[in-house]
């Protein structure tokens, strides 16, 4: 059971009183960005009305309540996240940003020929792309943990790819393109015992569920803004302090030194070090108004109403003959994957948008994934805790109605 009112959360988002085509809109893109509350929205104009100013580097007041605004936020994301310290809490652009800054300093300064790096079969391509990059310009060999046919991570196999020359698993908490949720306390348990590093790919896990980094332990993790019910542009690095201590700058300039001569640059310690230039000051402080309300919803509760309206949708699915559910997992989060019989995908995704249904149709960044389920393409309603059953069952409708044209 649940007791969560998503109809009125509903109301804290202004978009999702828009039409499309006459029908009120049905937002199930979530995988793909999130709608923002009217609270986020406000704290974005709060800040440019009352408070923009560069950060950290003038004695004026503007000044103060920028760097205050933009630390607190900081701080929200280090509570979201249960991390040690702010100074392990890193802004970015996003998961593809923090991931990326992974590879180009942790990963170009330490790993060398011949060492091996592991994701799984489920990743998007933001956590395949950077990695197969450097494993080619390293000669590194870049293994892959298979899945089962439902979707899910074969642990047994990936206790099989481990070995002395692991130095760096990278994986998700939630795939984007079936949903399945990964054992990470497991994975990250296994890696670490190989003496491995372990990046959390947390892009689609951190809106469903608790993310706790002191539970989960991996040395990493990242996420984006935008699925949070924020704004694009800004996401977060977490990554263990003395870790983010050893590792090189990102990129360079002003903000992230201590001192600057043109004999010797000594570089300012995490989370500055990473933080070159002006960065996304006012996105970070909508990302920490999002945080606040998600957090005043409460995550538990908003994973169990989810859960709730993913056995709903799933179960109406089913129903439908012609409908090939893919990813099948017992543990899920969001996500719908499939395919209708007599129908492309694109087809399916018009018809939806005709009734006002958003949903992504296409490959979702994760080719790998859904040829080894069979597929090029699939059409992918995600759920939010704004959506309601009555959003469901206009979707469901859509599809029985495309089915009677055909059958
Ligand atoms: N990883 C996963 C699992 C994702 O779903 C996404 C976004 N689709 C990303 C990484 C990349 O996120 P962004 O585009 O916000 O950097």
């Not at 509570?79 to 998961?95: K, Q």
């Not at 990936?158 to 070995?163: D, E, G, R, T």
């Amino acid at each position: 059971g649940h007791h969560f009112n998503a109809e009125l959360v509903k109301k804290d988002f202004p978009i999702l009183r828009e039409t499309v085509n006459g029908k009120p809109l049905v937002w199930f893109d979530n995988a793909a960005t999130t709608q923002k509350p009217q609270s986020v929205i406000d704290r974005i104009a709060y800040f440019y009305e009352h408070e923009n100013s560069n950060i950290h580097r003038a004695a004026h007041e503007l000044a103060a309540r920028a760097s205050d605004a933009y630390e607190a936020a900081r701080e929200k994301v280090k509570a979201f996240l249960n991390a040690s310290s702010v100074n392990e809490i890193v802004f970015v652009r996003g998961a593809t940003e923090g991931i990326n800054l992974v590879a180009s300093t942790w990963g170009e300064q330490n790993l060398n020929s011949g060492d091996e790096i592991i994701v799984s079969n489920l990743e998007h391509h933001a956590n395949i792309v950077p990695w197969k990059r450097l494993a080619d310009k390293k000669g590194l060999k870049l293994r892959v943990i298979p899945v089962d046919d439902d979707g899910q991570i074969l642990l047994d196999e990936y206790a099989k790819l481990l070995n002395s020359k692991t130095r760096l698993v990278a994986f998700t908490q939630v795939s984007n393109a079936l949903g399945t949720v990964t054992p990470a306390k497991k994975i990250v348990e296994m890696a670490h015992a190989a003496g491995a590093k372990v990046l959390i790919d947390g892009a689609q896990s951190v809106s469903h569920m608790k993310v706790d980094v002191q539970h989960l332990n991996p040395d990493w993790l990242v996420f984006s803004g935008h699925k949070l019910f924020g704004p694009t542009g800004i996401g977060a690095l977490y990554g263990k302090e003395d870790l983010l201590n050893e590792m090189q700058p990102y990129q360079s300039g002003g903000n992230m030194i201590q001192d600057v001569t043109f004999e010797e640059i000594k570089y300012h310690k995490a989370p500055n070090r990473f933080e070159a230039g002006t960065g996304n000051i006012a996105d970070a402080i909508g990302l920490g108004a999002a945080i606040d309300y998600v957090t005043k919803l409460g995550i538990e509760a908003i994973g169990q109403y989810e859960h709730y309206l993913l056995e709903y949708a799933t179960r109406l699915l089913k129903e439908i003959s012609g409908v090939r559910l893919i990813g099948t997992a017992k543990d899920k989060a969001s996500v719908l994957s499939f395919n209708l019989q007599g129908y492309s995908n694109d087809q399916v995704g018009q018809a939806l948008n005709k009734e006002g249904v958003a949903v992504r149709t296409g490959h979702h960044c994760a080719q790998p994934i859904l040829r080894r389920m069979g597929v090029e393409t699939t059409v992918r309603p995600s759920l939010a805790f704004y959506n309601t059953t009555q959003d469901v069952d206009t979707f469901i409708k859509t599809l029985w109605e495309l089915k009677k044209v055909k059958f």
